[in-house]
Structures are given as structure tokens and as C-alpha cells.
């Protein structure tokens, strides 16, 4: 029976996740084997940067699909959101599994919530998204970057390095840090990053034997739902760190039916002064996705983007 050799970062959230994977797989193919092959990447490497200014998303995979194309491992385990929105040629998303709470989350000092914190309180965020609506919706907010694990994380606000800090809910569940959290935060303030509480799991497009395993463990309407979150984020941008927000869901009530899917996508200036929402349905991902991307742009969102792409180039 083959042994699959499994890629994956090598935080403790990263390593949580693959080997929740690879226990799901085991059940689904209980012959199989698989060996974890960690990698350390360079968005793990700089960590005194912000992230819009070294690269963004692709710097938590670039090494990770080094290694698919290199033939050191089959698969890989990816927080979806961290996924560029344009795959190298070569590789597919083989799997996504049931997504989890894809929501924001706040975890504050003294369990306050976002309206309880005190006039100028300072937040951590490492993102242009999160830090972009808390702005728009609390402009007397003092917002500072914070990049490390989840663990660094929450030890900075411990020591008093910040009023609260704002992480994604999933990351917290898997490694059992939800006790900590002060507030989740409603779509309607922090809409998700695109794909937020999803995995992705990625492989080589010729590799049949490993899609056919991986196919078993594909969740459908959640593939319909992040497929649509990111033909609208590969519309408007790419790769790089932007204020953009988008989540779906899906109307399965009609199940011999196509599904309706709901998608809500936002770009906002990294101020949270101009915020362009547009929500929209429809039955094909894609074409949904690029439907709310063409509204949000012709609005203005494009002038915004091109303007927070000049300055992280700068």
C-alpha cells in the first residue's frame, strides 16, 4: 500500500490541522500511510514585517509547492486563506474539507468586547482587511501589526502589549484556544478573508492516485461557497495583501436542485474611510464571483486597490 508523504508548516496550528487530515484519511482509507514532511516557510522565517510589505499570501506556500513539484511530498495541508487566488500551473486543490466557524474573533484583556473597549484602545492585527473595517467601524481605534503564531499572539496581549488582538475563530477551535475568545465578531462588522475556516488540501494535477484519495474527502458545498469567495478575489487582485473580505453560503434547501450560493464581498481602504460591500446570488461560482467583483470595482474599489498596491510597493 503507498505511503503518502504529507507537506506542512511547522507551526503548532499547521501540524494540528495536517494530522486532523490525515486521521480523517486513515479512516477513509484505512490501508494507507502517510509521513509528515515539514517545512519551514519564509512568511515563518520574516517576522518583523508586515505582510503586505514582503509578499503576501504566497508566502506561507511558496516552499510547501517547491516540495509538490520536487516529488518530496503528495499532498499538502493549507489554511485555504492563506492560498494565493491563482494556482501554479501543475497543481490543484485536491480537497476541501467541511469548513469550520469562518468568522473573526476578538480576545481582549478583560473578555471586553469590540463596543466595551475603552476611546483609542490599541488592537493587534497583522491584516489590512481586519484592521480596515475595525477602523470603519470604530474610527478612535489604534490599530498596530502583530505577526507570530498563535500562541506569540496571544502572549503579547497578556503582557499588556495591546488592549485586545483579532484572530480567525478556526485557528483558535483547532488548537483548543477558544476559551480565550472575548467576541466573536458579526460578518456584518468583519466580513472573513477569503476561504477563512477552510482547508485546503493541494496536490499535482497529474497525480491520479492521490486525487482519487483525496476526492473522497471533498466537501461540495463548501467547495461551491470558497470557489465563488475566490473568483472574487482573483478579479480584483492576485496575490497580494489587500483590504478584501468575501464569504458565501449556500441555500441547500433545494437539494435536487442547483444550490443557491449568497456571496458578500467588501474592499476597503486600509483607513476604513471608503468601504465598497456588494451582496449578489447565483448557481455558478465563478461567474458569481466576477459579477461582485465587476460591481465592487466599477464603484471605486479599483482606485482603492491600485492605490494600497502602489504603497506596499514603495
Known sequence: MKKWMVGTRRSNLALTQTNWVIGQLKQLEQEATFELHE?????????DVTLSKVGGKGLFVKEIEQSLFDGETDFAVHSLKDMPAELPEGLVIGAIPKRVDPRDVLLSKNGLTLDQLPQGALIGTSSLRRSAQ?????????IESI???????IRKLQEGNFDAIVLAAAGLERVNWEGEISQFLPVEISLPAVGQGALAIECRSDD???LRLLAK???LPTRLAVTAE????????????VPIGAYA??????ADEQPVITLTGLVASPDGKQVFK???QGTDPVALGLEVAEAIAAEGAADVLAQVKKENQA
Open 134 to 142: 475595525l477602523l470603519a467601524y470604530r474610527p478612535d481605534l489604534q
Open 147 to 153: 505577526r507570530g503564531n498563535i500562541d506569540t499572539r
Open 278 to 280: 456588494k451582496t449578489a
Open 249 to 254: 453560503t449556500l441555500d441547500e434547501a433545494a
Open 208 to 210: 491520479e492516485e492521490t
Open 217 to 219: 474527502f471533498d466537501h
Open 230 to 241: 475566490r473568483s472574487f478575489l482573483h478579479r480584483l487582485e492576485g496575490g497580494c495583501q
Open 39 to 47: 517545512i519551514v516557510t519564509k512568511g515563518d522565517r520574516i517576522l
